[in-house]
């Protein structure tokens, strides 16, 4: 938390919640279990994006609802290019129009269509860091 408010401190218009995919330290708290005290933490003085375990809509739905305002997407990325059969640019956006489409079944699923109306109240309670 002390490197977040540093951040506001410094003027810093957003920060980004990371694990760096895992592989800095065995035993640190997932990108998205650190996320909501963070959030906390610096209130609506910056935003707060998070990276690190960010496969599907449903985990960009997950981080906006635990107050992330963006996600990054790499691992996505790379199977787009990769797994797709060499499709590269066209594999990419393959990729990224699943997400979409996932994201956008489950805003429904939870009967949004607005995503300023998303809270943490669409997660079952115990599922999340409080």
């Not at 920060?15 to 800095?24: A, D, E, K, L, T």
Request: aromatic share 4%.
């Amino acid at each position: 938390m002390e490197d977040a408010k540093l951040a506001v401190a410094s003027g810093a218009h957003a920060i980004v919640v990371s694990n760096h995919g895992g592989r800095q330290l065995d035993g640190a708290p997932s990108s998205i279990e650190a996320l909501p005290a963070i959030v906390a933490a610096v209130g609506d003085q910056i935003e707060v994006w998070m990276d690190g375990g960010v496969r599907s809509g449903q985990d960009v739905l997950k981080a906006w609802a635990l107050g992330a305002r963006g996600t990054m997407i790499g691992r996505a990325m790379v199977y787009g290019l990769g797994a797709m059969g060499a499709m590269g640019e066209e594999g990419v956006s393959k990729a990224l129009e699943i997400i979409h489409k996932e994201f956008d079944i489950t805003m429904a699923f939870c009967g949004h269509t607005d995503i300023r109306t998303v809270d943490k109240d669409i997660l079952l309670p115990g599922t999340y860091p409080t």
